[in-house]
């Protein structure tokens, strides 16, 4: 049974800052691995994206405050969330695409409030 299993959300102060974990049940991160988050009342929006050999890219939102890593080996992916603001109020999923699948993880709810 694949699974993506995902952490680290919470409440925050504005400024401040958290880092998601997303944890895979094998390698199905290994090759595109992805975060979406989806406001309340909004529709589900890209927020990063990694790629195997390297390649990552951010929305136009969060560029410059977030970074998406990996570690391979832990078959883990991550999300530095800095100088957060209110409107990064989501809930942040986890996806991989791995081969004709597709995975999505169950999502762990950000709130930056004062």
């Known amino acids: 049974q694949v699974q993506l299993v995902e952490s680290g959300g919470g409440l925050v102060q504005p400024g401040g800052s958290l880092r998601l974990s997303c944890a895979a049940s094998?390698?199905?991160?290994?090759?595109?691995a992805r975060w979406y988050r989806q406001a309340p009342g909004k529709q589900r929006e890209w927020v990063a994206g990694?790629?195997?050999?390297?390649?990552?890219g951010y929305a136009n939102s969060v560029s410059g405050r977030f970074t998406i890593s990996r570690d391979n080996n832990k078959n883990t992916v991550y999300l530095q969330m800095n100088d957060l603001k209110p409107e990064d109020t989501a809930v942040y999923f986890c996806?991989?695409?791995?081969?004709?699948?597709?995975?999505w993880g169950q999502g762990t709810s950000v709130i930056v409030s004062s």
């Open positions: 990694s790629t195997s050999d390297g390649t990552t």
């Open positions: 094998g390698s199905i991160l290994s090759i595109v």
């Open positions: 996806n991989a695409v791995h081969g004709l699948a597709q995975y």
